[in-house]
């Protein structure tokens, strides 16, 4: 059994978003196309409350970008981004939610940030989306959507040591590319065996 997991494909990190990715929208009418293709479509959301760690506005003197040390490491601070409920936090208007058979949220626990959508920064507080994947017998994965270089990355390389069958549709995902962390995204894939297709 296979899955598609479209990674936060929200508006926030569209063009015209708080934590825009360049071309972000350009690919949620192909991400849409291939959605037949799986025995089952996933789509993560990026879902913090106000006033969440991971934003440079919850410190004082920090600014977007800045990378603090936080208890479970280091951490980047972005921009305000994909808060419960807001228009940013919805997905891209033109994505076909009706087809996704989960919607799995990450992200809103205050103290922690989350981009990959198997386990939190801590890389020990787990989402749940392992067993949901193990109970229903899908073992290949194929991911799209945003952003490449972090939550994309997270969860390829999460879910590939895990023992899923990964492959990263490169085409269909965009990244923020941050200090040479695409370039450094793509070697930890490739290393921990995700097929970058
Ligand atoms: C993401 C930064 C902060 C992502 C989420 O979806 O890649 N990046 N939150
Ligand atoms: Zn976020």
Known sequence: MKALIVIDQQNDFCPGGALAVPEGDQIVQRINALMPEFDAVILTQDW?????????SSHDDKNPYDVIDMPYGPQVLW???C?????G??????????????IIRKG???AIDSYSAFFENDHKTATGLEG????RGITELTM???????????????????GFDVTVRR???RAIDLDGSLAAALEGMDKAGVTLA
């Open 48 to 56: 913090h409350p106000a006033g969440h760690s991971s934003f440079a």
């Open 79 to 81: 921009p305000d981004h």
């Open 83 to 87: 808060i419960q409920g807001s228009m």
């Open 89 to 102: 936090a919805k997905f891209h208007m033109e994505l076909q939610q009706d087809r996704a058979d989960l």
């Open 108 to 110: 809103y626990n205050p």
């Open 132 to 135: 949901y994947l193990r109970t």
């Open 144 to 162: 799209v959507g945003l952003a490449l270089d972090f939550c994309v990355n997270f969860s390829a390389v999460d879910a590939a040591n895990l």
């Open 171 to 173: 085409d269909l995902c």
